[in-house]
C-alpha cells in the first residue's frame, strides 16, 4: 500500500465525553515544554554515562574524566547542563567539587529505561 492514503475512519465521530476527560487532565504546554526539555537531556549519551557513572559513586570532574576518558572541560560543560536541568547536585570538600545524583528519581528513571530497552 506504499504511496496510498489510509482513513482510519469513515465517519467523523468525536467522543466528546472522552475528549472533555483528557483536556481536563492535559497539563498546561509550560508544563508539557519542560517535560521534553527534560527528556531532551537524556538524548545525548554523555550525560547519560555521567549519570551512570554517578549511579555508582559521587566523583569529582577529574575522576569522572579518568573514568569516561575524556577532558575536564567536556565532562564540565556536560555537568552544567545535567545541574541545570536538576539532575545532578555537587559539594565541596575544601577545593574538590564531588558531584551525585540529585535524587532518587533519576535513578529509577535509569533503571527503568535500561529494564526497558533490554526486554
Same mark, same amino acid.
Given at each position: 500500500m506504499?504511496g496510498? $492514503?489510509v482513513?482510519? /475512519? @469513515?465517519?467523523?465521530? #468525536?467522543?466528546e465525553d472522552?475528549?472533555?476527560r483528557?483536556?481536563e487532565k492535559?497539563?498546561?504546554?509550560?508544563?508539557?515544554?519542560?517535560?521534553?526539555?527534560?527528556?531532551k537531556v537524556f538524548?545525548?549519551s554523555?550525560?547519560?554515562?555521567i549519570?551512570?557513572v554517578?549511579?555508582?559513586s $559521587?566523583?569529582c570532574? /577529574? @575522576?569522572?574524566a579518568? #573514568?569516561l576518558d575524556?577532558?575536564?572541560s567536556?565532562?564540565?560543560?556536560?555537568l552544567?547542563v545535567l545541574?541545570?536541568?536538576k539532575l545532578?547536585?555537587?559539594?565541596?570538600?575544601g577545593k574538590t567539587v564531588?558531584?551525585?545524583l540529585?535524587?532518587?528519581?533519576?535513578?529509577t528513571i535509569?533503571?527503568?529505561?535500561?529494564?526497558?530497552?533490554?526486554?
Open positions: 506504499k496510498t $492514503e482513513e482510519c /475512519c @469513515d465517519v467523523t465521530c #468525536v467522543h472522552a475528549v472533555s483528557v483536556w492535559l497539563p498546561r504546554e509550560e508544563l508539557l515544554n519542560e517535560l521534553a526539555d527534560f527528556y538524548a545525548d554523555t550525560r547519560v554515562k549519570l551512570c554517578l549511579l555508582e $559521587e566523583m570532574v /577529574c @575522576d569522572l579518568e #573514568v575524556m577532558t575536564q567536556a565532562i564540565s560543560h556536560q552544567r545541574k541545570q536541568m545532578v547536585k555537587n559539594r565541596r570538600d564531588y558531584y551525585s540529585a535524587d532518587g528519581h533519576i535513578q535509569i533503571s527503568q529505561g535500561m529494564e526497558h530497552i533490554t526486554e
